[in-house]
């Protein structure tokens, strides 16, 4: 499919009780349904997805959770709530699902960091 959001997540925080409905609804504040508009990957703490995979016809909005940015081949980008952009991809690294969910503070930086990362400051 040409699904071009993509949200990642680290497998074990993505299946704990109550964090995919966590997900799901900051996924609908920012217009995002998945299987519809957005595909989610789950990976567990080893396993690696290459973003240069993707490919290089259009552009991509990559949302992680609890990832490590070499889990996605990447080196450097250790900023969390940062708006990255690298070739055709646009990347926001935030922290574990878990870490937001009683975490006010955090919620709103995601939430700013969200809006960046869905209207790139370059349109």
């Not at 990255?84 to 006010?104: E, Q, S, T, W």
Request: charged share 20%; aromatic share 12%; glycine share 4%.
């Amino acid at each position: 499919g040409a699904f071009q959001n993509i949200i990642l997540c680290n497998t074990i925080d993505f299946v704990f009780p109550g964090h995919k409905e966590f997900l799901y609804q900051i996924l609908s504040a920012i217009n995002l349904s998945p299987e519809q508009n957005c595909l989610i990957f789950d990976l567990p703490d080893h396993a690696h997805a290459s973003i240069r995979q993707l490919p290089s016809d259009r552009e991509f909005h990559i949302l992680s959770f609890g990832l490590k940015p070499q889990q996605l081949e990447l080196q450097g980008f250790e900023l969390m709530h940062e708006h990255y952009k690298i070739r055709h991809c646009n990347l926001l690294f935030a922290m574990p699902l878990g870490d937001y969910v009683n975490n006010k503070t955090a919620k709103g930086q995601l939430w700013s960091a969200l809006k960046e990362w869905i209207v790139p400051k370059s349109q």
